[in-house]
T-cell receptor
Framework: DAGVTQSPTHLIKTRGQQVTLRCSPKSGHDTVSWYQQALGQGPQFIFQYYEEEERQRGNFPDRFSGHQFPNYSSELNVNALLLGDSALYLC?????????????FGDGTRLSIL | GQNIDQPTEMTATEGAIVQINCTYQTSGFNGLFWYQQHAGEAPTFLSYNVLDGLEEKGRFSSFLSRSKGYSYLLLKELQMKDSASYLCAVRDKGGATNKLIFGTGTLLAVQP
């Protein structure tokens, strides 16, 4: 049973560029959440997707956008990259019907902005 | 506002017991989670509390007091592989989501 998978593992971009990160949820999960984790910090909630719609959003600018596909996989897009966007981006999946179940995390994408 | 506090670093000895505390102040509450995160890896689920009291799972136990906004993770019979960051996270009850609000994490170093 495959867990949450993310791609790519590492990515290097320059300021002003755009990036797309991808996530496939754990089998049986229908909800995908994205988090940003800066070095030495806890993950910060970006947004969550369910039924191909953004269900809730954290305190992140509109440069951060996302999408969920019919197969529940998801993408995170970041435009006009800033140096401060350098972080580990984590995808977590869960099942809406399992309110007492934990979110399962992927290994993340390490994004470095030069 | 939303605030979750936990110690930044802790050190303990192999074979000993360590308690990692977490206090929270959030606008909503629908459960508290503990995750373990080794450097460069994904957070992995350890425990979940939604009612007051102690939940035990092998060498790991977690306690919750909702009235005090307080939880702790207890690790027994420490092993070197337990050296990791331990994240306390509160599930926000806002909306129809299960958004998690994380603390900064406690970096635990287990020494021989």
């Amino acid at each position: 049973d495959a867990g949450v998978t993310q791609s790519p593992t590492h990515l290097i971009k320059t300021r002003g560029q755009q990036v797309t990160l991808r996530c496939s949820p754990k089998s049986g999960h229908d909800t995908v959440s994205w988090y940003q984790q800066a070095l030495g910090q806890g993950p910060q909630f970006i947004f969550q997707y369910y039924e191909e719609e953004e269900r809730q959003r954290g305190n992140f600018p509109d440069r951060f956008s996302g999408h969920q596909f019919p197969n529940y996989s998801s993408e995170l897009n970041v435009n006009a990259l800033l140096l401060g966007d350098s972080a580990l981006y984590l995808c977590a999946s869960s099942w809406t019907g399992g309110l007492n179940q934990p979110q399962h995390f992927g290994d993340g994408t390490r994004l470095s902005i030069l | 506002g939303q605030n979750i506090d936990q110690p930044t670093e802790m050190t303990a000895t192999e074979g000993a017991i360590v308690q990692i505390n977490c206090t929270y102040q959030t606008s909503g509450f629908n459960g508290l989670f503990w995750y373990q995160q080794h450097a460069g890896e994904a957070p992995t689920f350890l425990s979940y509390n939604v009612l007051d009291g102690l939940e035990e799972k092998g060498r790991f136990s977690s306690f919750l007091s909702r009235s005090k906004g307080y939880s702790y993770l207890l690790l027994k019979e420490l092993q070197m592989k337990d050296s990791a960051s331990y994240l306390c996270a509160v599930r926000d009850k806002g909306g129809a989501t299960n958004k998690l609000i994380f603390g900064t994490g406690t970096l635990l170093a287990v020494q021989p």
